[in-house]
């Protein structure tokens, strides 16, 4: 009998735009609320996961402060948190194999079923790879409309 | 009287003059002609009988009926909720849960040519084939039906570019020709 060295996962829960996500605890370093501020390093959940056109709309914004580990600085305004929980990684599948490389590219990398929901989990040290060029576009643009 | 054959039998006149022929066993040459041809038949139906026979699941998409392999389908599922997933591209909706399983959903009126759906009210194809399994998006079920496989004919040269990748050739049904498409071309279109 195989045994996972993967301990439980103490997970948070949010939803933007109707869709539930969720996302590992350790990747958060700190929680504030949004009060309409604008940065570089700062980034809209949605945006990030590339909803599309549509607009979103956040009930109670709250910015996550992701844990890097190093001196780059990686914040996303999520809407707020509805659950923190311990979750077995029994509880979480991965996407079918059609999904998974399109998903994988916006961090998504499993599904946690929860209460008859799925949550899309997020990993965002995966979005992070790309935030370095995202960083220095955002300035760009701040540059060019000045 | 002649015994024009003793293999088939002999020939005489009847009461109007006329020569029959009368088989060994008083059968006449007309009657054994038709044992022959009757035989044929009965053969020929054998045939027909033993004829490869393939399942098809014929469906409506758009304007246009279908049909699968029956084989590749497992199951169809009745509209149910489809969970949309940001950054997938259009022909995936999103993913659906089977029964405790989640499933992902092909849109295949993207790869049919046929026109957009604001909102999708039909069912869903669970095809498996090999490694290759998602939902399929159909909007109705037409018939279930065994059709001889020589029935089924290559894709017709005027076919359309957005179908013709997915299609490996027509059958009549209900007077009208049905375009098969095979689920391992699909599984190529779809799969990165």
Request: aromatic share 8%.
């Amino acid at each position: 009998m195989s045994v996972s060295v993967i301990p439980d996962l103490n997970i948070f829960l949010f939803s933007v735009g109707g869709v539930n996500f969720g996302c590992d605890t350790d990747q958060a370093e700190t929680m504030t609320d949004y009060h309409g501020e604008e940065s570089n390093d700062l980034f809209w959940f949605h945006n990030e996961l590339g909803f599309g056109k549509e607009q979103i709309s956040y009930l109670s914004p709250v910015i996550v402060k992701i844990r890097t580990g190093d001196a780059r600085s990686y914040r996303i305004i999520i809407d707020a948190v509805e659950e923190i929980s311990v979750f077995s990684l029994n509880d979480i599948y991965a996407f079918p194999t059609l999904c998974e490389p399109f998903t994988l590219k916006k961090g998504m990398w499993g599904i946690l079923k929860h209460k008859e929901r799925m949550f899309f989990m997020v990993d965002f040290h995966l979005l992070l790879k790309n935030t370095p060029i995202k960083i220095e576009q955002k300035k760009k643009a701040k540059r060019r409309s000045k | 009287m002649n015994n024009t054959s003793e293999n088939i039998g002999t020939c005489s006149l009847n009461k109007w003059g006329e020569t029959v022929m009368e088989i060994n066993d008083g059968q006449l040459k007309s009657e054994l002609i038709l044992d022959e041809l009757k035989g044929r038949q009965r053969t020929r139906e054998i045939v027909d009988v033993e004829q490869e026979r393939v399942k098809m699941v014929i469906f409506r998409s758009g304007a246009n009926r279908y049909a699968f392999y029956g084989k590749d389908i497992r199951e169809i599922i009745p509209s149910c909720e489809i969970s949309w997933v940001p950054g997938l591209p259009e022909y995936l909706p999103g993913l659906i849960n089977v029964r405790g399983d989640i499933e992902s959903v092909v849109n295949i009126r993207h790869f049919l040519g046929e026109g957009k759906i604001e909102q999708f009210s039909g069912l869903i194809a669970m095809a498996v084939k090999d490694d290759f399994r998602t939902g399929i998006l159909i909007d109705s079920i037409d018939n279930v039906v065994d059709i001889p496989l020589e029935s089924i004919s290559p894709p017709l040269a005027t076919l359309d570019g957005a179908s013709r990748e997915l299609v490996v050739g027509n059958f009549e049904y209900d007077n009208s020709t049905i375009s098969l498409l095979d689920i391992g071309k699909l599984s190529s279109k779809v799969s990165l």
